[in-house]
């Protein structure tokens, strides 16, 4: 627990720089840029799915990504990949390390 922020994440093996750390999973939501309901665990993709603005919800289904803390000065970075899938047009948030990242340090 990271007393400033609440959960974080860490990992116990040096992470190098452009290193795949994972992808940001959770549901499909209408992304609802004016919605202050939106939550802590909700990100924008910033694209359109069949004319449909979508956001990834993943506060309630995701993974450890989830718990990646916020960060002014991150050390990772996300990006929007496109790889075979079962919806058309659906870009992944994938993370990647920024820089190397040193065993326990925080994931930001």
Request: proline share 4%; hydrophobic share 35%; net charge negative.
């Amino acid at each position: 627990m990271t007393p400033d922020r609440g959960w974080g994440v860490r990992s116990r093996d040096t992470i190098k720089e452009g290193e795949y750390i994972g992808e940001y999973v959770g549901l499909l939501k209408k992304d609802l840029l004016s919605d202050a309901s939106g939550g802590d665990y909700v990100h924008g993709l910033g694209e359109r799915l069949q004319g449909i603005r979508v956001a990834v919800d993943a506060e309630l289904q995701g993974n450890y990504t989830r718990f990646i803390n916020h960060s002014c000065v991150p050390n990772i970075f996300v990006a929007k990949v496109a790889y075979e899938t079962t919806i058309p047009g659906l870009l992944h948030l994938c993370l990647f390390a920024l820089r190397d990242i040193y065993p326990y340090e925080e994931i930001l």
